[in-house]
């Protein structure tokens, strides 16, 4: 396995349209989550995933914002209506709790910029 | 509420070096876990060291070590003989005991720069 994947690494966009991210987990693991990082901050989460179901949502994520995960393996972020806020780095996490838990393993991050 | 204070914005020091990165949390748990994450240019947050809260015990992992001091709530973490390769930022981050160690409160991180 060759850890957290993700796609696009970097998405150019115009204010006011949609985009969509993909996270591909380490296999096996059950738990998959989403951060946003701005310039000179600390990661900040946004959602978390055990299999299928959404258990939790942070405020910052705002009505414009839906992730998914259909099947329980990848995972999807979609923005709709981009604003020039929204420019920053997406992280996706993955972490297992099904032997022992283990610590969460990130990917290299989509950096969307909102022009 | 959780929170995690870096106070060290950036740090720079000379290659051999030794330093200290420092992280003062908050928290109303009694439970917790502790982390540090590496974050090098390209830009994916490497895990360093998991430490729950009633485990006190310092730590070393090569030219790596930890020290966890509940009564000050800190948890700081010291490069021994600093390399050029120690270059990245680096994050302190706190977790509840809920089960969920991916749902981290990160500080704001402290760049550290090994000069040659």
């Known amino acids: 396995d060759t850890g957290v994947s993700q796609d696009p690494r970097h998405k150019i966009t115009k204010r006011g349209q949609n985009v969509t991210f993909r996270c591909d987990p380490i296999?096996?693991?059950?738990?998959l989550y989403w951060y946003r990082q701005t310039l000179g901050q600390g990661p900040e989460f946004l959602t978390y995933f055990q299999n299928e179901a959404q258990l939790e949502k942070s405020r910052l994520l705002s009505d414009r914002f839906s992730a998914e995960r259909p099947k329980g393996s990848f995972s999807t972020l979609e923005i709709q209506r981009t604003e020039q806020g929204d420019s920053a780095m997406y992280l996706c996490a993955s972490s297992s709790t099904r032997n022992t838990d283990t610590e969460a393993f990130f990917g290299q991050g989509t950096r969307l910029t909102v022009v | 509420a959780q929170k995690v204070t870096q106070a060290q914005t950036e740090i720079s020091v000379v290659e051999k070096e030794d330093v200290t990165l420092d992280c003062v949390y908050e928290t109303r748990d009694t439970t917790y876990y502790l982390f540090w994450y590496k974050q090098p240019p390209s830009g994916e947050l490497v895990f360093l060291i998991r430490?729950?809260?009633?485990?006190?015990q310092n730590e070393i992992s090569g030219r790596y070590s930890w020290n966890f001091q509940k009564s000050t709530s800190s948890f700081n973490f010291t490069i021994t003989a600093s390399q050029v390769v120690d270059s990245a930022v680096y994050f302190c981050?706190?977790?509840?005991?809920?089960?969920?160690?991916?749902?981290?409160?990160f500080g704001k991180g402290t760049k550290l720069s090994v000069k040659p």
């Open positions: 296999s096996e693991h059950n738990r």
């Open positions: 430490r729950n809260s009633f485990d006190e």
């Open positions: 981050a706190l977790s509840d005991y809920r089960g969920s160690q991916g749902n981290l409160i």
